[in-house]
């Protein structure tokens, strides 16, 4: 049988839904939070140790790099969390259809940079 369906495995010309990107990035912050787990297990482990490991890992949180790497880390985290909640709400069968899945795209895409703007502010 000949198969006359269009073939294109160029990567860069495939246009993915809303709803593609956010499920690829649930995927992407999830890798990210086992990475970020082992360092604020080292933290958590550095502060715990010693008074003096508590301040000096006091004062390395004044380092505008490590601010962002624990802003990126507090991001990740509320973006998994929020689409990982939509997740479990389609799981109910909410939001199943394409204009669900958008909106529900949308959704998190809004909370997150809420959440990121407000963690932001409260880092630094």
């Known amino acids: 049988m ?10 860069g ?7 593609a990107y956010t499920s ?15 360092l604020l297990l080292w933290a958590l ?13 006091a ?3 004044g380092n505008p790099l490590v601010k962002f ?5 507090s991001v990740a985290l509320i973006y998994h969390s929020v689409a990982g909640v939509r997740h479990l709400i389609m799981d109910f069968g909410i939001g199943e259809t394409m204009e669900g899945g958008v909106l529900g795209a949308r959704i998190v895409i809004t909370l997150t940079v809420l959440g990121a703007l ?7």
Request: glycine share 6%; aromatic share 6%.
């Open 45 to 57: 482990d550095v502060s715990l140790a010693s008074p003096a490991g508590f301040s000096t890992l």
């Open 2 to 11: 000949k198969d006359n369906r269009p073939v294109n495995l160029d990567i």
């Open 24 to 38: 690829i990035t649930h995927r992407i912050s999830g890798v990210i939070l086992v990475v970020a787990s082992f």
């Open 13 to 19: 010309t495939i246009r993915l839904p809303i709803t």
């Open 118 to 124: 407000l963690t932001g502010v409260a880092i630094w």
């Open 69 to 73: 790497v624990a802003w990126g880390i």
């Open 59 to 61: 004062d390395l949180m």
